[in-house]
Nanobody, 123 residues
Framework: HVQLVESGGGSVQAGGSLRLSCVRS????????MGWFRQAPGKEREGIAA???????SYADSVKGRFTISQDNAKNTVYLQVNSLKPEDTAMYAC??????????????????WGQGTQVTVS
């Protein structure tokens, strides 16, 4: 069983930055895709970034140039650096993991495992 635990959210002023972390339990599989999603009240869940074991990375247009996804496999952790935050970035941010293969892209939505999320509020 895989567990994902996010941290790093908080309340910041517009223009501020945060570093979100997603720690994954268990050993690394031969293939994986890790994604970051966000969902604001009353809005659909949005896939905003994804990173594969091969280092492939993709971003949603809404965050491109402001958010950066990275990984530290020694720590089983995926990060999301969020810069130049805007009020419209306010949402619950969650990470997800999939080990079944296929493609790894921020548009992918069928992940096996999901974290509980961490709240980001921008005022």
């Amino acid at each position: 069983h895989v567990q994902l635990v996010e941290s790093g959210g908080g309340s910041v002023q517009a223009g501020g930055s945060l570093r979100l972390s997603c720690v994954r339990s268990g050993s690394l599989p031969n293939w994986y895709c890790m994604g970051w999603f966000r969902q604001a009240p009353g809005k659909e869940r949005e896939g905003i970034a994804a990173i594969g074991k091969d280092g492939s990375i993709s971003y949603a247009d809404s965050v491109k140039g402001r958010f950066t996804i990275s990984q530290d496999n020694a720590k089983n952790t995926v990060y999301l650096q969020v810069n130049s935050l805007k009020p419209e970035d306010t949402a619950m941010y969650a990470c997800a993991a999939d080990f079944r293969g296929g493609y790894c892209h921020r548009s992918r939505d069928d992940y096996e495992y999901w974290g509980q999320g961490t709240q980001v509020t921008v005022s």
